[in-house]
């Protein structure tokens, strides 16, 4: 994992954030939390920080990080209170959970927590890095074989260093220079360009870390695919919140996570890898109520499955932040023969819940060395193993676009092999096992991920998976491997075997499958036309219409599916496009009643 470090005093960011649903419960958390045993208001680890010899948290003027907890979403004017009133220096305000983060004078502290609607001062804290054959443990080989799918579609977040976007594994998805189809889409960089909101930073990673972890993912294993990542065809989105010492502060990670969130319908993220955590004071302390914890939950409840690596303590109990939250999935580390690796952390957290959820290979894991162009290194830890969950994730989604972060997880867990934890090296007793039906435990989470059936599970869901019949694109495809459509244009395929209807929809998670009503039962070929791309897309608030657009196409005999065929396309044309927005009387009664829907799955959709 990687760390982080608090941010230089005075960097503030000025950065508007719209798009996303602020789930967060607004009970009175900081009654009962864990981390406040004294029930002063501040974080029990602050006054620990302070008198620490180990890391230098307060710096040379006597200032410290810190996140100050509101009762309620602060506002400008909040700001103004906590600058004005104590000497504090504002680095952001978030709008997924009710926090801003700064320094403060150690001596103003208590003077602040005393403000008015401020209810908790944490301390932000330190996060740092985590650290072929892993797909053959998991099965990933199998799915090629049997689906087609490579993850292509889907779309990762790697919150981590950064990516090195020279590398040939990462360049592009095809491995052909004369084309132009990157598989980075998006960049940010929380760290030393946090104004550049738009994503057109151009990728780097100045340690290395995150590169490795984005190769296991989506890496394309080029020159000589040895070592490709579990969804090669995937394309990623980069957000750097760590620094090249691979440390970086819980403002700066919660800046790049709550970014993610805000992009995700314009770069369609569906999954994210997090391969950091805390050391030290931050390794011991768990509570749901941190302030990174409670970001974590509310990306998973802004429909982003977030992967998150236990930790390399190689004892129990000490799932630390921001593993132990409660809505991500956990991942724990496996050596590749399957025994959990003894550097793997175990639960169960602070507040006694069973984490991991899964475990996954993460030793001698070989994957992308940055900054070498061609070259590759084996690294260990469950850093590795995180983005290869991730990866997984990837062709989940490819295989059935309409899943929710939670189903991801449930289905990942109920699909994986279970493992006792007297399994592992120590031979540790685990009292959990002797709980009758019992899935879970603080070694192995649910077990060791099953790759074939986790996909397998996901795309019969609705309907059978069968080869039987398959879709095939007969449109050409451009050098920037995409199908440009314009006006009066269209895309046509060829069906291979007897179908009784087509159903087509857009990667947005907001989208939804619909039958296209100009096909007719048994016919061999189809077409979508220009006009139906802009009135679907036209209905989907925020979405810029003329560009890069994801299609996904699928065939229906009986109760049976074809696989998802994917077409990258770029939309072309100037066609004047409705405004929309999300309480707009224009948008179709249907489409307001399935993402209600959607809101009410992410909330339900949460058995473990």
């Not at 301390?123 to 292509?152: C, P, R």
């Not at 050098?479 to 007897?498: H, K, L, T």
Request: glycine share 10%.
């Amino acid at each position: 994992m990687l760390s982080l470090e608090s941010p230089s005093v005075g960097e503030e960011t000025n950065i508007s954030f719209s798009g996303y649903v602020n789930y967060e419960d607004n009970s009175d958390w900081w009654e009962d939390t864990s981390m406040d045993t004294d029930k002063d208001g501040i974080q029990d680890s602050i006054w620990l920080a302070i008198d620490s010899k180990k890391y230098n948290w307060v710096d040379d003027d006597g200032r410290i990080g810190v996140i100050v907890d509101f009762d309620h979403l602060p506002t400008p004017e909040d700001e103004i209170l906590l600058t004005s009133n104590v000497d504090f220096v504002h680095f952001h305000t978030y709008h997924l959970i009710d926090s801003i983060a700064g320094s403060v004078a150690v001596e103003d502290i208590v003077k602040l927590s005393k403000l008015p609607g401020v209810v908790m001062i944490e301390l932000d804290g330190i996060l740092e890095i985590v650290n072929s054959d892993a797909k053959e443990v998991h099965g990933v080989g199998a799915i090629y074989e049997e689906t087609g799918y490579n993850g292509s579609g889907s779309v990762v977040a790697i919150i981590d260093t950064g990516i090195d976007g020279e590398h040939v594994g990462l360049d592009d998805l095809d491995d052909d220079n004369s084309t132009d189809d990157p598989k980075i889409i998006a960049f940010f960089d929380a760290v030393n360009n946090a104004s550049a909101t738009d994503g057109t930073v151009v990728p780097y990673d100045d340690h290395g870390h995150g590169s490795h972890c984005a190769g296991t993912t989506a890496g394309t294993g080029a020159p000589t695919y040895d070592n490709p990542g579990m969804a090669p065809q995937a394309q990623l989105v980069g957000v750097k919140v760590l620094d090249g010492g691979g440390s970086g502060s819980f403002a700066g990670v919660m800046l790049g996570m709550e970014w993610t969130v805000e992009k995700r319908h314009d770069f369609n993220i569906r999954a994210a890898s997090m391969s950091l955590g805390g050391f030290g004071l931050i390794e011991w302390t768990s509570s749901e109520e941190e302030s990174v914890n409670r970001m974590a939950n509310e990306m998973v409840r802004n429909g982003i499955a977030l992967f998150i690596a236990a930790g390399n303590s190689a004892v129990s109990a000490q799932i630390g932040t921001p593993g132990s939250a409660e809505d991500v999935i956990t991942v724990g580390a496996l050596d590749k023969d399957t025994k959990i690796a003894v550097y793997s952390s175990q639960g169960p957290t602070e507040e006694g819940r069973v984490k991991p959820n899964i475990a996954f290979v993460g030793s001698s894991v070989m994957s992308v060395e940055a900054n070498t162009g061609t070259g590759y290194r084996s690294m260990s830890g469950t850093s590795m193993a995180t983005p290869g969950a991730a990866g997984v994730a990837a062709l989940m989604y490819q295989a059935n676009p309409d899943l929710s972060p939670f189903d991801i997880r449930n289905i990942m867990q109920e699909t994986s092999t279970y493992r006792q934890c007297h399994y592992m090296g120590a031979n540790e007793p685990c009292a959990e096992d002797g709980i009758p039906k019992n899935r879970q435990n603080n070694v192995y989470g649910h077990g060791q991920v099953e790759a074939l059936p986790a996909v397998m599970e996901a795309a019969n869901l609705v309907y059978g998976f069968t080869n039987a019949i398959d879709i095939n694109l007969n449109t050409p495809i451009t050098d920037n491997s995409r199908v440009n459509i314009g006006p009066n244009d269209n895309i046509a395929f060829d069906i291979n075997g007897d179908v009784d209807k087509i159903q087509w929809r857009t990667w947005d998670m907001r989208d939804d499958w619909m039958d296209l009503t100009t096909y007719d039962s048994g016919l061999d070929s189809f077409e979508i036309e220009y006009s139906m791309f802009v009135d679907r897309l036209k209905y989907l608030p925020g979405n810029e219409i003329e560009g890069n657009q994801t299609l996904l196409i699928r065939a229906i005999k009986n109760t049976n599916s074809s696989a998802n065929e994917v077409v990258h396309i770029q939309i072309m044309g100037n066609t004047e496009i409705p405004t929309t927005t999300e309480d707009s009387p224009s948008l179709p009664f249907g489409f307001v009643i399935f993402t209600s829907m959607m809101v009410a799955l992410y909330k339900t959709r949460r058995i473990d």
